[in-house]
């Protein structure tokens, strides 16, 4: 019986399979559903707060994030005021220092974070009375102690400095202002309005952004409405504070015609290009989705999508290009960006255009936008398995006013988005023309200047602020140098400074380094030995990366990569034109082009610009006008047949031996970012000669 069944089954299985199919015809999709999401509950404390419960008893943990719902604002000479209150919130309370703070945190193996504009808990179930409890103490008692606000603002100078070494964070800072003038989405800190901000200022600023009036307490996880209630009155029932600040912002800039703006980094081999304008789109809105689709096909979705397939695959301009929509209370903005090559500059320019202008000049096509919201449906489907998405959904649904089933039909409504519908955004939101920002070399100006409507290029400095343009120098290459040799040696004839250096036989320095790429501390080992021996190691813990050297004659460079390499003929060459301690000072006799470009002003300052090229690199060193202390350099060489940038900074110079040295840099080679700080110098010590071999 057992085998007739069995028999019967494959034959009805073989039947199927058997019938005649018309695989021309594609299958129609399911209707997309109406999605089953549990609403949130809502309830409000006498005090102005709103809480928003997302009850889930799946895992025994609790989350509870205290948002603020004030109007940001313009901070202007004091900008970066709210994110560096951030930073210090989490600092101590007057119960407790940063120190116990931490360890009680650890201690319940708990998160406890905070911003400019909320605080967020998370825990488990059982150990939530004693997480609440350190947070209600944070909102009640917080403690901004001069010492860690001195700490916090050195770590920032030294963040500024990065920045001024990051293309990316150039061009972010550029698109911020152009988009939006006198708007918060401008705010961007600079080392003058960092200098300008106060201790008392972040105690203000505290005041005035933390308040229970028109913020939102979303509690997330294993608790019931009951207990949701209770923790709230009992935690920030009695919270009170100054009424909520609003106020409306000023319109985001309309762009008129294309628009080119400059940031200047000089010896950059690639530009940053970013196509941008602000968007009069608010959340919840009805072209939101649509739009999203739109940013989906352009270049929002991977590999597949226009700019990708035209700029990477096609013309093979860049690595990567992508666009992105970001719609918000506060401003909203579209923007297409990558890095590519200086000679494609141009073109890169020209193609990011036509791709705007190509998608709102046609339909596109029923592969690209299936396959876009398909990709839209599938995150979003994985984003409903965190609890925290459906609090951050009824979040949303107060703040933005939406109704109430906006998450759940969002599907219908990405599923009936059409092909005209994605044009008519195109249509509606690129016809003004774009803000097209450039960061990159100045020789790349002269490529760029047919793309603006008028023909004037804006020129911005690393923060989006007006640059200033370059001006003469006053003296020249050489007593620049003889100025920066002055100012090292703190000497003041010929005379001086030869018998200083002359009593300088050798010269170690033990350097630490991080990168936030980089999981562990790097140890750095670096020897001079007059008059022209060099010899370098890298190491991580116990294990050495790196070493290299130069005996005055030959050196070599060990990695784990490539084991050994001498150094070449060509290597060799430029080496013996740039050796010494100072090797500027030399300069004069050792073959090395070099001269004084002139006075260039970074972050409000102004520094002599030198360049030198030894035939292997092209550098651009930048001396302080005042002090004539070195500054920043810029080093750009081949390696491998790649060009390789290196962007160094100094800061922190100290005396060791009557010698200025700097004490911490900040370094980006290719993208990594390194921040380092010389550990210790030691001058006419014991050095051991097998460095050099």
Same mark, same amino acid.
């Given at each position: 019986?057992?085998?007739?069944? &069995?028999?019967?089954? *494959?034959?009805? $299985? ?12 594609r ?10 999401i549990? /609403? ?23 989350? =509870? @994030? ?77 403690l ?6 001195? !700490? ?6 030294s963040? #500024? #400095? ?30 003058a ?9 972040? *105690? ?23 207990? &949701? ?29 294309? !628009? ?8 950059a ?11 009069? *789109? ?12 739109? @940013? ?19 013309k ?56 876009? %919201? ?22 949303? *649904? ?36 774009? @803000? ?7 020789? =790349? #100006? ?28 006053? $003296? ?6 003889? /100025? +920066?040799?002055?100012? =090292? ?8 400074i ?8 050798? =010269?170690?320095?033990? $350097?630490?380094?991080?990168?936030e ?69 030399? +300069? ?14 970074? /972050?409000?300052?102004?520094?002599y ?13 930048? +001396?302080? %006008? ?6 920043k ?13 290196s962007?160094? $900074?100094l ?23 390194l ?8 001058? /006419?010590?014991?050095?051991?000669s097998?460095?050099?071999?």
């Open positions: 019986m057992k085998k007739l069944l &069995a028999i019967a089954a *494959i034959s009805a $299985i073989s039947g199927a399979y058997g019938q005649q199919l018309d695989r021309s015809v299958p129609s999709a399911a209707p997309a559903p109406t999605i089953n549990k /609403n949130s509950q809502v309830f409000n404390l006498s005090n102005g707060i709103t809480v928003v419960l997302s009850e889930n008893h799946q895992l025994p943990r609790v989350s =509870v @994030n205290l948002v603020m719902g004030a109007t940001s604002r313009v901070e202007g000479d004091k900008a970066g005021l709210n994110q560096l209150m951030g930073q210090l919130l989490m600092s101590g309370t007057t119960n407790k220092s940063k120190d116990k703070l931490d360890s009680e945190i650890d201690n319940i193996g708990a998160t406890l974070t905070a911003d400019g504009n909320s605080i967020y808990l998370s825990c488990l179930t059982k150990h939530l009375p004693t997480g609440i409890g350190l947070m209600k103490d944070i909102v009640y008692n917080p901004f102690p001069e010492s860690e606000f001195n !700490r916090i603002k050195k770590q920032s100078e963040s #500024l #400095l990065s920045t001024q070494s990051s293309p990316e964070e150039m061009s972010s800072n550029a698109e911020k202002k152009i988009n939006f003038p006198n708007h918060p989405n401008s705010n961007v800190m600079t080392s309005t960092l200098a300008n901000i106060t201790n008392q200022d972040i *105690i203000d600023e505290f005041k005035n952004q933390f308040t229970p009036d028109g913020s939102y307490l979303v509690i997330v996880g294993d608790i019931t409405p009951a207990q &949701a209630k209770q923790l709230a009155n009992e935690a920030f029932g009695a919270w009170t504070g100054p009424k909520v600040y609003k106020a409306e912002l000023n319109d985001p800039a309309k762009v008129k015609g294309n !628009r080119v703006v400059f940031v200047n980094k000089p010896g081999v690639q530009s940053v290009i970013s196509v941008s304008f602000p968007l009069d *789109i608010k959340p919840g809105a009805a072209d939101q989705i649509p739009l999203s689709v739109l @940013n989906g096909i352009l270049g929002g979705g991977g590999f597949g999508t226009r700019l990708m397939q035209n700029l990477r695959e096609d093979a301009y860049t690595y990567g290009c992508y666009s992105d929509v970001q719609v918000t209370r506060e401003g909203s903005w579209m923007s297409a960006s990558g890095s590519f090559r200086n000679e494609v500059t141009d073109s890169a320019i020209t193609q990011l255009i036509y791709e705007f202008e190509n998608i709102s000049g046609s339909l596109v096509k029923d592969d690209e936008l299936s396959l876009t %919201k398909s990709a839209m449906a599938g995150g979003f489907a994985r984003s409903l398995e965190s609890p925290q998405t459906i609090a951050r959904f009824a979040l949303n *649904i107060i703040r933005n006013k939406l109704p109430e089933d906006y998450y759940k039909n969002y599907l219908r409504r990405l599923d009936a988005v059409s092909k005209d519908d994605v044009l008519e955004m195109a249509q509606k939101y690129f016809k003004n023309g774009f @803000n097209i920002i450039v960061v990159g070399d100045e020789a =790349v #100006l002269s490529k760029i200047s047919k793309f603006d409507s008028d023909g004037v290029i804006e020129k911005l400095d690393a923060f989006g602020n007006p640059a200033i343009e370059m001006i003469k120098a006053d $003296i020249t290459a050489d007593q620049l140098i003889s /100025n +920066y040799v002055k100012a =090292v040696t703190q000497a003041t004839t010929d005379k001086a030869a018998k200083k250096l002359k009593g300088i036989k050798s =010269v170690k320095q033990e $350097i630490s380094m991080t990168s790429m980089i999981p562990a501390e790097l140890t750095a080992v670096d020897v001079f030995v007059a008059p022209n021996k060099e010899a370098q190691s890298l190491s991580m813990g116990k294990m050495q990366i790196q070493s290299s050297f130069y005996n005055g004659t030959k050196g070599a460079q060990t990695s784990m990569q490539t084991g050994t390499q001498e150094m070449t003929v060509e290597e060799l060459a430029a080496k013996k034109k740039s050796y010494g301690l100072f090797p500027e000072m030399n +300069y004069s006799k050792s073959g090395m082009q070099y001269s004084i470009k002139g006075i260039e002003t970074v /972050n409000g300052k102004q520094y610009v030198l360049e030198s090229n030894d035939g292997e690199a092209k550098k651009t060193d930048y +001396y302080d %006008k005042t002090t004539f202390l070195k500054y350099t810029v080093t750009i060489s081949q390696q491998e047949g790649q060009t390789v940038e962007e160094r $900074i800061s922190d110079y100290k005396d060791v031996n009557g010698i200025l040295f700097p004490h911490k840099f900040t370094q980006s080679i290719s993208g990594l970012n921040a380092g700080e010389i550990k210790s110098i030691q001058v /006419n010590g014991t050095i051991d097998k460095m050099f071999e």
